[in-house]
């Protein structure tokens, strides 16, 4: 792992809802250009987790974050940070597709617009660019003026990934981006994984261990303790998480043991 750059540094992060603690001293490198996964029983902290990344759990009411996370070398969590700069170069995919009551174009271009000025010709460029990135370039170049809502979900998630790619994000947050997709939808965004390797970092919640198995280059495997607090069992190499994993919890869960 010596070539390997952290594109985020999460150390010894603890995090509360109101006074309800969730997740307890977890520290991990996520990787530059490197796609790592999160699995985990349900409500062992892994949506909580990745929101942590991006400061949107802050959104979640009043939330306490202890321990630090280093974006390039950078205290997220420092005083001053802009949150808005940070949420664009940490972006987000949810588990629904969320796309706004908007023309397609319009989806892709809103952050861009928020951003700054951009002039017409500029703002094409970006949203076709992003659109190809996301493969949905061919299915909606020419229905661009129409309302977003119009798309299947498949679609509707792809957009939403190019909404997030159109901003040029260094790192891709994904919660469960499959799992209101179907099979084939489901196939597509796992390409497009893949596709967007060399140019982006990414970490994905998944449910779906072949899917994590499939797609990703690390794993991180959460669990809760006896106190229900959302703890870090084990993170490696994916390969060796599934197929050689270190800790009982881990070979019990990826084997399917866990109840
Ligand atoms: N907004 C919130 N307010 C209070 N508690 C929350 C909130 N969101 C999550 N929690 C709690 O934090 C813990 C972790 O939840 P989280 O959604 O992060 O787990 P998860 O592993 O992503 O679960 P799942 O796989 O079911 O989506 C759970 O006990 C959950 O009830």
Partial sequence: MSNLIPAIKVKNISFYYGTIKAIEKVSIDIYQNQVTAIIGPSGCGKSTFIKILNRISELEGPVKVEGNVEFFGQNIYAPRVNINRLRRQI????????????????????????????????????????LQSAALWDEVKDKLDKSALGLSGGQQQRLCIARALAVKPKVLLMDEPCSALDPIAT???EELLHSLQSELTIAIVTHNMQQAARVSDFTA????????????VEFGA???????????RTRDYVSGRFG
């Fill in 91 to 130: 972006g987000m995919v949810f588990q629904k597709p969320n796309p706004f009551p908007i023309s397609i174009y319009e989806n892709v271009a809103y952050g861009m617009r928020i951003a700054g000025r951009y002039s017409k010709l500029e703002l094409d460029e970006i949203v076709e660019s992003a």
């Fill in 187 to 189: 196939m597509k965004v």
């Fill in 221 to 232: 495997f959460f669990s809760t303790d006896e106190s229900r607090i959302g703890q870090m």
């Fill in 238 to 248: 994916t390969e060796q998480i599934f197929n050689n994993p270190l800790d009982p």
